[in-house]
């Protein structure tokens, strides 16, 4: 069996890869599972010292990096650069922060001595996706290996060559050999992988779907799993809202890596007294955004990741249309997109309770409008979804939106007037069909140790 890297830029095949037999994938978990024997034991100061080294070879690589994505999923280079920009600043996060985050909690009892020590599991199964192929493995690698815990890494099946080029990058930054590998293999063989003994967790950012089978295999061995899922992220636009900053915004988080991130804003949710001109505003700027070539500068939009996954999304933007709601922009395939996988901005208008797009994960560079007559009616339509990921809300009113941010809206993540995005500083994740559990900060690395008490008399 193979795994091939196909450029959605042309739909030519950039290289073909070997997939790891059973043999070779039981040798990297048992060097998993040696490395990690000696690896939980290092001081805090090695590991910070590689995980600092981990940074500056991201820092130097940033450019190639970028090209391997452009090439392998389509992002334009200039949001390459930015991803490994951030996955540089998450291993300075906790090369600066970990230590502190494990120290020892005492607490005070009739013993002489009482106290909650954070150790690592162990061996980790990190299920990764193609839309962040460098952030998404590093926000779990940098808390994890500060931890103590070793990775393996099950990419997604079209950046195999970015899977193999972050095993590299920490064997470059001089991390031991076997703390974090690449498993080559597909989806029919994470099961197996699971299933071994040496496996202690695992974590999968990817669709429900996805989750769920692998939250049942996991859950069957009673092993620990953190699920960061789909979303159908609301954002709400009050009637005092500064439109014009607000229709910027919601472009952006709309179009961000071409409308392929989970946490992207998917659902609008206007209040209608000002639904005309924020619509007017808003398709102004989708309008404008340049899609092309992702190594072109100019170019703000690459081809989405895959043909099929395109020609999906116009399916269900079809499906919308055909329930009734009313095309303002795009919703068409470009000519000659037979070997390529672009597909330009489009907004839904008129969407009601019913169709697709309402509730659904719109997985691409397509907005859906939905009018409130007012706040409360807003926040019911926002939380009226399987998912809770992401949520914003625009308003004058900072406290009223902070108020609805805190107590209204059902998401793992609310912001006020700005788009929802993952910070090293701040705990992520969702509820509901967006998952459990969380990445980043405190909260993050906590996940995948054993918080253990510890009395001595």
Same mark, same amino acid.
């Given at each position: 069996? *193979?795994?091939?890297?196909?450029?959605?830029? #042309? !739909? /030519?095949?950039?290289?073909?890869?070997? &997939?790891?037999? %059973? +043999?070779?994938?039981?040798?990297?978990?048992?060097?998993?599972?040696?490395?990690?024997?000696?690896?939980?034991?290092?001081?805090?100061?090695?590991?910070?010292?590689?995980?600092?080294?981990?940074?500056?070879?991201?820092?130097?690589?940033?450019?190639?990096?970028?090209?391997?994505?452009?090439?392998?999923?389509?992002?334009?280079?200039?949001?390459?650069?930015?991803?490994?920009?951030?996955?540089? *600043?998450?291993?300075?996060?906790?090369?600066? #922060? !970990? /230590?502190?985050?494990?120290?020892?909690? &005492?607490?005070? %009892? +009739?013993?002489?001595?009482?106290?909650?020590?954070?150790?690592?599991?162990?061996?980790?199964?990190?299920?990764?996706?193609?839309?962040?192929?460098?952030?998404?493995?590093?926000?779990?690698?940098?808390?994890?290996?500060?931890?103590?815990?070793?990775?393996?890494?099950?990419?997604?099946?079209?950046?195999?060559?970015?899977?193999?080029?972050?095993?590299?990058?920490?064997?470059?930054?001089?991390?031991?050999?076997?703390?974090?590998?690449?498993?080559?293999?597909?989806?029919?063989?994470?099961?197996?992988?699971?299933?071994?003994?040496?496996?202690?967790?695992?974590?999968?950012?990817?669709?429900?779907?996805?989750?769920?089978?692998?939250?049942?295999?996991?859950?069957?061995?009673?092993?620990?799993?953190?699920?960061?899922?789909?979303?159908?992220?609301?954002?709400?636009?009050?009637?005092?809202?500064?439109?014009?900053?607000?229709?910027?915004?919601?472009?952006?988080?709309?179009?961000?890596?071409?409308?392929?991130?989970?946490?992207?804003?998917?659902?609008?949710?206007?209040?209608?007294?000002?639904?005309?001109?924020?619509?007017?505003?808003?398709?102004?700027?989708?309008?404008?955004?340049?899609?092309?070539?992702?190594?072109?500068?100019?170019?703000?939009?690459?081809?989405?990741?895959?043909?099929?996954?395109?020609?999906?999304?116009?399916?269900?933007?079809?499906?919308?249309?055909?329930?009734?709601?009313?095309?303002?922009?795009?919703?068409?395939?470009?000519?000659?997109?037979?070997?390529?996988?672009?597909?330009?901005?489009?907004?839904?208008?008129?969407?009601?309770?019913?169709?697709?797009?309402?509730?659904?994960?719109?997985?691409?560079?397509?907005?859906?409008?939905?009018?409130?007559?007012?706040?409360?009616?807003?926040?019911?339509?926002?939380?009226?979804?399987?998912?809770?990921?992401?949520?914003?809300?625009?308003?004058?009113?900072?406290?009223?939106?902070?108020?609805?941010?805190?107590?209204?809206?059902?998401?793992?993540?609310?912001?006020?007037?700005?788009?929802?995005?993952?910070?090293?500083?701040?705990?992520?994740?969702?509820?509901?069909?967006?998952?459990?559990?969380?990445?980043?900060?405190?909260?993050?690395?906590?996940?995948?140790?054993?918080?253990?008490?510890?009395?001595?008399?």
């Amino acid at each position: 069996m *193979s795994i091939q890297s196909i450029n959605p830029i #042309n !739909g /030519e095949t950039v290289k073909t890869y070997k &997939e790891d037999s %059973t +043999e070779q994938i039981r040798q990297k978990i048992e060097a998993a599972q040696v490395a990690w024997q000696d690896w939980r034991r290092t001081s805090f100061e090695e590991r910070r010292t590689l995980l600092a080294k981990a940074g500056t070879v991201l820092r130097e690589r940033k450019n190639e990096l970028a090209e391997l994505m452009a090439i392998e999923m389509g992002k334009p280079l200039k949001d390459g650069v930015s991803e490994i920009d951030k996955c540089a *600043s998450v291993c300075d996060y906790y090369a600066a #922060n !970990g /230590e502190g985050f494990l120290k020892d909690e &005492e607490i005070k %009892t +009739e013993a002489s001595n009482s106290f909650v020590s954070f150790q690592p599991l162990g061996v980790v199964l990190a299920i990764m996706p193609w839309n962040f192929p460098f952030w998404q493995t590093f926000r779990f690698l940098a808390p994890g290996l500060t931890a103590g815990n070793c990775g393996l890494l099950k990419h997604a099946s079209n950046v195999p060559g970015c899977a193999l080029v972050i095993e590299e990058i920490l064997l470059q930054a001089g991390f031991p050999k076997g703390v974090f590998q690449t498993l080559m293999i597909g989806s029919k063989a994470v099961k197996e992988v699971i299933a071994h003994p040496h496996i202690k967790a695992v974590t999968l950012t990817g669709s429900t779907n996805a989750g769920i089978q692998v939250a049942q295999q996991a859950a069957s061995l009673l092993k620990k799993t953190v699920l960061e899922l789909g979303g159908s992220d609301p954002y709400i636009i009050l009637e005092d809202a500064d439109l014009e900053a607000a229709a910027e915004t919601c472009a952006l988080s709309r179009l961000i890596n071409n409308g392929q991130s989970c946490i992207a804003a998917k659902r609008f949710i206007v209040v209608k007294s000002v639904e005309e001109k924020f619509t007017a505003l808003f398709k102004e700027r989708m309008a404008a955004r340049i899609t092309g070539d992702p190594f072109d500068a100019k170019t703000d939009l690459g081809p989405m990741a895959r043909i099929d996954l395109r020609d999906e999304l116009h399916k269900q933007v079809l499906e919308n249309v055909k329930a009734g709601a009313k095309l303002i922009l795009g919703g068409t395939l470009p000519a000659d997109s037979e070997n390529d996988a672009f597909y330009t901005p489009t907004i839904l208008t008129g969407m009601k309770k019913g169709m697709p797009a309402y509730t659904e994960e719109i997985f691409g560079p397509v907005a859906s409008i939905i009018s409130a007559n007012d706040v409360a009616e807003a926040v019911q339509i926002a939380n009226d979804t399987p998912f809770g990921l992401g949520a914003a809300v625009f308003t004058a009113d900072i406290s009223l939106g902070e108020k609805i941010a805190r107590e209204e809206l059902q998401a793992g993540s609310c912001f006020v007037n700005t788009n929802v995005r993952s910070d090293p500083r701040l705990p992520f994740g969702g509820i509901n069909q967006s998952g459990y559990g969380r990445e980043l900060g405190l909260f993050g690395i906590h996940e995948f140790v054993n918080v253990k008490t510890v009395l001595v008399k």
